[in-house]
């Protein structure tokens, strides 16, 4: 063991290990677990796994759908001790977020200056695996995407060598880490454009929707004049025949009559009961009770696509997905607002036209076999992916997340600071091997 890493490393003969094995969805196996405190530890740990012939997989919150953080018989960088989070310039809002944390973490420690990131739905999810990827927050469609906020990367190449990536220092590896960042390096901290925030406005509705799915065409009609202030996301549970959506609406505001103009926009889509309908700090969306020790305890089988518009055949598809024999968990974000002011080129997040994000899910005993029948007539509908909602990400699902030129850009990328394909964020079967 390198005396760099002396107290760093978690074997299974260590009482930590069971603690620190597994991911949010898979169990684990690996031959060591090291917990680096700096970005020296992170190469140092390299290069053990280089000596040793060790499978590398990367963690910072361990939320990863593919359960790509662990591994059987290989060495996990666990980045879960790089959790700072610092103001670097209160005026500009300038923070500085090392990637271990988790996002409670940081909306609990920039609420007292008024601050905010938009991130995700959940207080345990990692810093460091949803900024490289994308990051569609409760505040997405008023604060665009997380990663649109990143104004530096600090960051271990596979070869070893500490950089800073910024609009100056090394812009393709900026590029490439806001979007498609796990192929690439292993980011130690991030700079990030916080918001200003302080209460937000909360509320929830349950809606019936018709099996036609015209209530869904009517929630993005709604959420497509709506401000941007904004944002939704709607779980569809069927019981039998009978389908509700269940919307929870965030509004960046903290002026009740501001939510109460949002909310009313949302009634109008359907046979609507408001269930909560309230103004409450944004720490309270993503509290600190989320974050808890991984140890494999939501395994499922996860995937997405985007729709650039919720046609009738698209929501007819996604009812059916979520009430059929094979049933899905189907969730719904909506987009657009400031994730679309963005040009398409200016981050390895291409996706810059679409209204919606839609996630399927299933848990055993359904298998990945079940949700790829479930999902087969609604993936035609969808125009690309998000890579974060991917539970078996392959070249197919990779294409959708990186069409076109993005995908060439990132391929290139990755090949270029990963030859040897280290990190190549290979699909959990591979990557337990
Ligand atoms: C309960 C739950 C709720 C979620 N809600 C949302 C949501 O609202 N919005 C959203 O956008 N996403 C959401 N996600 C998806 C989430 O963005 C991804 O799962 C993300 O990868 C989790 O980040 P993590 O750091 O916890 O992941 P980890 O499991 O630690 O890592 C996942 C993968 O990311 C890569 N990675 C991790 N850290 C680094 C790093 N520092 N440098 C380079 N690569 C790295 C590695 O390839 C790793 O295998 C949710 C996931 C869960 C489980």
């Known amino acids: 063991m390198p005396a760099d890493l002396a107290g760093k490393l978690v074997t299974p003969d260590d009482r930590r290990y069971a603690l620190m094995r597994s991911t949010y969805t898979t169990v684990g196996r690996p031959a060591v677990v090291a917990i680096p405190e700096s970005a020296a530890d992170v190469a140092a740990a390299l290069r053990l796994a280089r000596e040793q012939n060790l499978s590398v997989a990367v ?40 990637a271990g944390a988790r996002w409670a973490q940081v ?22 695996g949803l900024t490289t990827g994308g990051g569609v927050g409760w ?20 070869d070893g060598t500490f950089v800073r990536a910024d609009k100056k220092h090394n812009p393709d590896l900026l590029w490439v880490m806001r979007g498609a960042g796990a192929g690439a390096g292993i980011a130690t901290a991030f700079e990030i454009e ?23 065409q009517r929630w993005e009609q709604a959420m497509a004049t709506a401000p941007r202030e904004l944002s939704t996301a709607v779980t569809l549970v069927s019981r039998g025949s009978s389908t509700t959506a269940f919307i929870t609406a965030v509004v960046a505001s903290s002026s009740l009559d501001c939510v109460r103009d949002a909310v009313e926009g949302l ?28 140890t494999g305890q939501m395994p499922s089988h996860t995937t997405n696509g985007l729709l650039t518009q919720m ?57 990945r076999t079940d949700l790829t029948r479930t999902w087969r007539p609604v993936v035609g509908h969808a125009d690309g992916a998000y890579v974060n909602f991917e539970s078996a990400p392959d070249n197919d ?13 990132v391929e290139e990328l990755w090949r270029r600071y990963d030859p040897a394909g280290v990190l190549r964020p290979l699909d959990g079967r591979e990557k337990r091997r």
């Open 311 to 367: 046609t009738a055949d698209a929501a007819r598809a996604l009812v059916a997905a979520s009430s059929g024999p094979d049933s899905a968990l189907i969730q719904l974000r909506s987009l657009a607002g400031a994730v679309n002011d963005l040009d398409p080129a200016e981050t390895a997040y291409a996706h810059r036209h679409q209204s919606t994000l839609v996630v399927a899910s299933v848990f055993p005993p359904s298998a």
């Open 194 to 216: 916080a918001t200003e925030i302080g209460d937000v406005g909360y509320a929830r509705l349950a809606v019936a929707v018709d099996p036609a799915g015209e209530t869904l």
């Open 139 to 158: 505040l997405v469609r008023y604060c665009g995407l997380t990663v649109d906020r990143v104004r530096a990367v600090e960051m271990v190449l596979p």
């Open 397 to 409: 699902t990779r294409a959708r997340a990186y069409p076109g030129r993005t995908g060439a850009r």
């Open 267 to 294: 009634l109008a889509i359907g046979d609507a009961e408001i269930h909560e309908n309230r103004i409450l700090p944004y720490p309270e969306l993503i509290p600190l009770g989320h974050v808890d020790h991984n």
């Open 59 to 98: 963690r910072s919150g361990g939320h990863g759908l593919s359960g790509g953080a662990t591994n059987r018989g290989g060495l996990v960088i666990d980045l879960s001790a790089l959790n700072r989070v610092e103001i670097l310039d209160r005026a500009s809002a300038l923070v500085r977020v090392e």
């Open 107 to 128: 909306a609990h420690r920039l609420a007292p200056y008024g601050l905010g990131i938009s991130s995700g739905d959940h207080g345990g999810v990692g810093v460091g």
